[in-house]
Nanobody, 121 residues
C-alpha cells in the first residue's frame, strides 16, 4: 500500500518561493505517475501539475506555467514554486497512479494528507 507524504509548505510573501516534495513512506515513486493538486477554501480542487513515470510528459495548469517546475527521481517528486501569488494559497496534495499518462482521464487512488501553502503579506 502506497503512503504519500508532502513536505515543504508554509507561509511565504507574494513573490517568494517554496519547494514542495512528495515522497513515499515505504516504496519508491518510480512506478507511479505523480500529480500535484491544490484546494483553496470555497474553491474546487484543481490539478496543478503532473509528471509521468519516466518524466517524459509533464503538465502544468496555465496559471502556474513559467512559475512552477516539477521534477522527479526514483525517490521523490518536487514542485518548485516561484513568484508565488496570493491566489496560490491552498492545501497542496500529491497523488499517485500507475496509469502512465498525465491525461485528465483516470483516477488517482493514492493521496497524501496535504501541505498548506499560504502566500500573504
Amino acid at each position: 500500500q502506497l503512503q504519500l507524504v508532502e513536505s515543504g509548505g508554509g507561509l511565504v510573501q507574494p513573490g517568494g518561493s517554496l519547494r514542495l516534495s512528495c515522497a513515499a513512506s515505504e516504496f519508491t515513486l518510480a512506478d507511479y505517475t505523480i500529480g500535484w493538486f491544490r484546494q483553496a477554501p470555497g474553491k474546487e480542487r484543481e490539478r496543478v501539475s503532473c509528471i509521468t513515470k519516466t518524466g517524459t510528459s509533464i503538465y502544468y495548469v496555465d496559471s502556474v506555467k513559467g512559475r512552477f517546475a516539477i521534477s522527479r527521481d526514483n525517490a521523490k517528486v518536487n514542485l518548485q514554486m516561484n513568484s508565488l501569488k496570493a491566489e496560490d494559497t491552498a492545501v497542496y496534495y500529491c497523488a499517485a497512479r500507475t496509469f502512465s499518462s498525465c491525461s485528465s482521464l483516470g483516477g488517482w487512488p493514492y493521496w497524501g494528507k496535504g501541505s498548506l501553502v499560504t502566500v500573504s503579506s
